[in-house]
């Protein structure tokens, strides 16, 4: 006989009210919510910050701008291999992804907005048509945009990091329930020592991924840590967090 001990939902509140339910009839079954959902969740909580809001608006205008208008789109791909990215609402971790490529692309795009055959051709367009190109060439050429790239990204790395361990039809981790306490557990020192802006920036991000850790944490994340082989030698009779589960 299969005995069940674990109960896997999305994260809405009709499923956690059912995951409740469960747990009230059945003792032995856990309820928990999608671990990669809540890592997308997670760096969807970064990105509306509001300091993080304006870079990632400032990177949709230059993707935008490239995308939309098939005179420079044509010219960036005479520049360039890959495609930008656009956020979509049903894929994880597209912010990420959108910075990521436009870093990849910052050298095609410089020459892209320098191309002489091109700012002809603008010349001669609306201005409405070339107030939205300038706008993204001043972006293209400023480096403070491109630091404030940098520095989402590298905040941004961790949690995607975590949703790709996650996110792994595949080929899921053995021991995948203790490996996600301890990676997490990593990742938390990570933002304790990463060199934040300031204060606030850290103060933010510690308060998002202690609030994320609640929603996706189960008792059973403690169980996987405890017994996982390669976690043998870290005390973990010891840890009064896990023990206390």
Known sequence: AVVSTQSTGDNPNVNKSLRRLIEADYAHIIGSCC??????????????????????????????????????????????????????????????????????????????YIDPTLTDSVSNKSDGYKNLFECAKDLVFDPHFWVDVDYLCSILEPIIILLRLSDNSLKIPVGFIGLIYYKYYLFTLKLSNFSFRNRNHKSDMVTLANKRWYELHSPLHSVGFCVHPAYQGYDQHTNQDVWKE
């Not at 960036?76 to 912010?95: D, H, I, V, W």
Request: charged fraction near 25%; aromatic fraction near 8%.
């Open 35 to 112: 671990v990669t959902h809540q890592f997308d969740l997670l760096a969807e909580d970064v990105g509306k910050l509001t300091w993080t809001k304006g870079t990632l608006a400032n990177c949709n205008k230059i993707v935008t701008n490239v995308k939309n208008h098939d005179m420079i789109l044509k010219t960036f791909r005479s520049y360039s291999k890959l495609n930008l990215l656009k956020p979509g609402e049903t894929r994880f971790a597209t912010q990420f992804i959108m910075l990521d490529r436009l870093k990849s692309c910052k050298e095609s795009l410089i020459k892209t």
